[in-house]
């Protein structure tokens, strides 16, 4: 019965532990999915008690889930990045491309923390911070796009047409969140560097919990955008890309698809970066201060934004994945809107979530709206 049972086990090929470590993370995240959901289920059941009970104690009762759900998001995180990342090692995808981007990812984010301590600190040099910070972060992008290699077969088709309709998606990006960035509010550089913070570690664990996955990339995730996009309803698009850009990196890192220079940011930071503008409908005056519609309307222009991004990049670069011949584009509108999907699903949580009162003028609370005089002493 026991019979060589001190035999030496033998050792897994390269390609089994690769295909070992692909069905562990499928595995965790599958189980991620119910424990995520049962979580909010539980705090949501306990807030309600607590509203109803003891509201006395429900700021208390926020910072304590606000806690629960930041260790919990960092744990998912720490668990499968790791994975994820041996997996990539044994297949040998951590290359020099690969920590480009990883240094591009590190740059932005230090480079965000600095600003915002620098304007807390030193509010008369921050222009000069940010300025310099973001030509040394183009300088760096230019840099990964000169130097990146085109993978075989993924030479974008009219790149002329290509580059242009990538500038201007960019373009529309930045001038939608600098025009329509209305009164910053109230709340403080630390608090918006907090929130920035919980924002896109949540947003980060919940796209590990995901519902299903395309064949060649792409998958519908448990409301992962909505921490990015309520991010920039409280605290303005400009932010709210800034925060999209910097969760496009790091979605770069967890699940990279790295094929064409271009390609790349148009699928991570740009893509992501458009969620920012969730923002622009909040304090639109024909609205009429309606919070459930000025987000709803944020987040389907956020949405389409992230769509248009992915869409060029599927036409331009992976064309020969079609199905279609001959009719890559329509191949790339199909195939890329599991975006609508996401935002569905999005878009259900977040009106339930605003469909409440309390949960409206808690947000509210984040970051109080300045009276004119306050605006124009604190633009002083």
């Known amino acids: 019965m026991f019979a060589g049972w001190d035999s030496e086990i033998p050792a897994l090929s390269a390609d089994q532990q690769i295909e070992a470590l692909k069905r562990i993370i499928e595995s965790v995240q599958g189980f991620a999915l119910w424990v995520t959901l049962a979580l909010a289920i539980v705090l949501i059941a306990v807030a309600l008690v607590i509203r109803f009970r003891f509201p006395a104690k429900m700021r208390g009762y926020a910072a304590v889930a606000t806690g629960i759900v930041v260790g919990y998001a960092v744990t998912l995180i720490s668990v499968v990045l790791y994975m994820q990342i041996s997996r990539m ?21 230090v480079a965000a923390i600095v600003c ?15 300025w310099a910070a973001l030509a040394l972060f183009i300088a760096y992008a230019v840099v990964i796009l000169c130097l990146f290699p085109t993978g075989e077969g993924y030479e974008p088709k009219n790149k002329t047409l290509y580059i242009i309709l990538t500038v201007v998606l960019v373009a529309a990006i930045v001038v939608l969140s600098v025009l329509f960035d209305r009164n910053k509010g109230g709340a403080s550089e630390t608090k918006q560097l907090a929130y920035a913070g919980v924002c896109t570690a949540t947003a980060f664990a919940l ?16 409301v992962s955008m909505l ?10 698009a400009k932010r709210g890309v800034l925060v999209g850009v910097i969760y496009g990196l790091l979605q770069c890192i967890q699940s990279p698809q790295i094929y ?5 940011m148009l699928d991570y930071p740009i893509a992501f970066g458009a969620l920012g503008l969730a923002g ?4 639109m005056k024909g609205l009429k201060g309606n919070m459930l519609l000025e987000f709803v309307l944020g987040m389907i222009v956020a949405c389409v934004g992230r769509y248009v991004s992915h869409v060029l990049s599927g036409y331009f670069v992976f064309y020969s994945w079609s199905i279609w011949e001959g009719k890559e584009f329509l ?17 259900l ?4 979530l605003l469909s409440s009162a309390a949960m409206r003028r808690q947000i509210s609370s984040v970051n109080p709206t300045l009276s004119k005089e306050e605006s124009t002493s604190d633009n002083g």
Do not use: H
Request: net charge positive; aromatic share 22%.
């Open 349 to 352: 949580v977040g009106c339930a």
């Open 89 to 109: 090692s044994l297949k040998g995808e951590l290359d020099t491309n690969f920590w480009l981007w990883v240094g591009l990812f590190a740059y932005t984010l």
């Open 331 to 347: 191949y790339s509108l199909a195939y890329n809107s599991f975006i609508f999907v996401d935002l569905a699903l999005d878009a």
């Open 207 to 222: 796209s590990y919990v995901k519902f299903f996955s395309l064949p060649m990339g792409g998958s519908v995730t448990l």
């Open 116 to 130: 915002a301590l620098v304007k807390l600190f030193k509010p008369n040099a921050f222009r000069y911070v940010f």
């Open 280 to 283: 622009i409908f909040k304090g």
């Open 260 to 264: 064409e220079p271009l390609q790349v």
């Open 227 to 236: 921490p990015i996009m309520l991010y920039a309803y409280m605290f303005g």
